[in-house]
């Protein structure tokens, strides 16, 4: 046989293979005895193979004749083990015609595939579903648990229409500069998810869909095993005004609690611009400053603190206690005389020593066995003073100034060497063998929160915030003020605002005048607007980012560094993020965006400092490299 013969009969071996594949597919729909008869194959030339085959007795009771098989078909000219194998070029022909037999089959009776592979999420929807990657069908099992919630059906992981959740997971893409995903697409990535279950409603004729067992292990809520994240009372609060904002039309998730400045969830609503951070305070109440820490995390991600309390005594006794440690965020003592003091931290007081830049724990001296050991801080005009339980006073200083260990009684520090505690009071030095002894004659000074430095908007009102009254088993209701409650509804038809926008003078209620006011509104309107230009006669020097990808990890490690005493303006920051991603057309984000996300790869906290002779909103613990700086010049 010659070389063209081998290929011809490569080729009808070929569509032998396929006529043979189709066979058994047909003899599969078949009956049992059908495919039982499945024991030959013809190959297409005319012979036959057959299998050992067993044939019965023609008499009742009796052997039948010895099975018997038939002599296997000689190995045809061509193959590798026959005596006449192709050589080199007729391989090469015989790979080319299986190829071209594959392309023609393959276009004539194959099934064409137009729907793409499904692509990622933006990043800004996988930050408002709450997911840990891309991957749309994580979005879609998010979005199912959402409408299950709204629908009433979560506990029973009931089924919802397909098209609900597709034009859910659609409208999020509206505000990101992405397309959203088409229907063929998302239809795609259910067929291939093992997240998603669906069905078909008999009742409507509609496709319906619901989570397997691996997607309710995905969309299930965790809110951290932290000690921030509170224990089961915490937890339950959690759960259930999720339920309650998400049935109420709110689009709500809960965030894992991972010691980071996360609230306990996030809620959105269709007819308002702005986010909630919900906060759920079981405990909190208690303590004052865990309360304006929590408005200040929202006041610096320009969002709407949400407080959600339980009702004890009376339904509002808690949100009255919130309420009033808000308005305003210091102690208002009684008497007209009185001047008010300030709430204070758990964490000592730090002052900074001058020749190393060390920040050292303050402490004061006891005053006698009777010393309640309270840390007392009054405010007088701009500055505030340091007393003790007996009112005797030790030190008082500006309001915004960075304490140095000289404006404090005395600092301490404990010698892990030594197992001594060391205190410093000017350039005396005292040592002590115990914890005991040291706490017998010292007391640690208190950090004071001073609403003017700790808050972005420290001259914030009623309608920046909201509270929430949350029964075990009932409807939240909207705290009013003056003991009174209002529906949930009000949190949409009386919508609150962020603390900041738009204020004038009457934004009043803090412990400055309305000209403080209108200065910070001042201020916050012109960091808020800030869009820095770029073009290629200004464009600086940072080549050092084009190689690779470029994204805010990268930004931070070629220009921000860490430092625990650095401040930097966070408009100067966010700027030089903005001139970088410019730069490298990529587009750029909002500033609750980078602030959030900066918070991930810095150890930093946010205050407002006096810079060149202007109170501006600072990160504290960082700053702009040289290299940095020379981007904004």
Known sequence: MTGSDALAEAEALIHVAAA?????????????????SDNYLRDGIGNVSVSPAQVPSPEFCKSGPTPFSVAPLPIPPGHPESDQPLTGDEEVRVEAAIERVKERTNAEFGIADSVPEPRDSPEDVQVRLGTDNGNLDQALAKVIRTIQLRNGVREENGDVPVEEVDDELRSLFAD?????????????????????????DT????LAISLTERGEEVVTP???DVQAAGGSDHDDGVYEIERALTAAGFDARVLTQDRSEQPDGRATHPELDVEFAIEVETTTPENPVKVLTNLRKAQDEETIPLFVVRPEKTETFWAERVDRILRPPVKERAGENETPHLYTFDEPLKARRASTGERLSAVRPVTGPDDSRRTVWRVEDDQIVLLDGDGTEYTRVSQDESISEHAVPGVYTYDETMGEYVVTTGDARQTYDSKAAFEAEWVTVKKPFVPEVELPVPAFTHDTYRILILPEGGDPVVYGGDGTT??????????????GKDCTGQCGESIEESETSE??????????????SFSDETVPDIETLDDGEWNLERFVQTYVEEDPDAIVPKNDLYQAYVIC?????EPTETKVWFSRNLRGLLDIETSRRRVDGSRVRCYVGADLTEAGWELLD
Do not use: F, W
Not at 176 to 200: I, N, T
Not at 523 to 530: A, Q, R
């Open 176 to 200: 990101v500069d992405a397309d959203p995903p088409s229907y063929e697409e998302l239809g795609a990535v259910r067929e291939r998810s093992q997240l998603l279950a669906v069905d078909l």
């Open 222 to 224: 965790d809110t951290g």
């Open 486 to 499: 209002q529906p949930l509804s009000t949190l949409i038809t009386d919508s609150p605002r962020i603390a």
């Open 20 to 36: 043979n594949t189709c066979y058994k597919r047909l003899l599969q729909m078949n009956d049992s005895n059908v495919r039982r």
């Open 203 to 206: 009742d409507t004729g509609e």
């Open 581 to 585: 991603a410019e730069h490298h057309d």
């Open 519 to 532: 200065e910070s509104a001042d201020e916050i309107e012109n960091t808020d607007t800030v869009e820095p």
